[in-house]
């Protein structure tokens, strides 16, 4: 079974930054296109970007603009740079997976394989 480790997550204070990584060991990463979420206390789970197997790549209207999402096929990895952390980005972050025949689909419905969360928590 596929699964998917997120990590990265940790506090930081407002206007920081933190990059999060999605690694998937042991299978081939060029299979999926890989989302991450994130839920709040409280609040339902939201996608916050997405990449395609040819990377293209799509953002929530949150994370437009302060976030980055990239990946690296040699090392099975996906990384999500989040720059000018707000306390409201404070959150559990997954990162999950789709397998598509798609070269450009990324989305945030009907994922395969989820990963365990890594908690981001920024302070004001």
């Known amino acids: 079974e596929v699964q998917l480790q997120a990590s990265g997550g940790g506090l930081v204070q407002a206007g920081g930054s933190l990059r999060l990584s999605c690694a998937t060991p042991?299978?081939?990463?060029?299979?999926?296109?890989i989302s991450w979420f994130r839920q709040a206390p409280g609040k339902e789970r939201e996608g916050v970007s997405c990449?395609?197997?040819?990377?293209?790549?799509k953002y929530a209207d949150s994370a437009q603009g302060r976030f980055t999402i990239s990946k690296d096929d040699a090392k099975n990895t996906v990384y999500l740079q989040m720059n000018s952390l707000k306390p409201e980005d404070t959150a559990v972050y997954y990162c999950?997976?789709?397998?598509?025949?798609?070269?450009?689909?990324?989305?945030?419905?009907?994922?395969?394989?989820w990963g365990e969360g890594t908690l981001v928590t920024v302070s004001s």
């Open positions: 999950a997976g789709v397998r598509t025949p798609s070269s450009r689909y990324c989305g945030f419905n009907g994922m395969d394989y």
């Open positions: 042991g299978f081939r990463f060029d299979s999926f296109a």
């Open positions: 990449i395609s197997k040819n990377a293209v790549t």
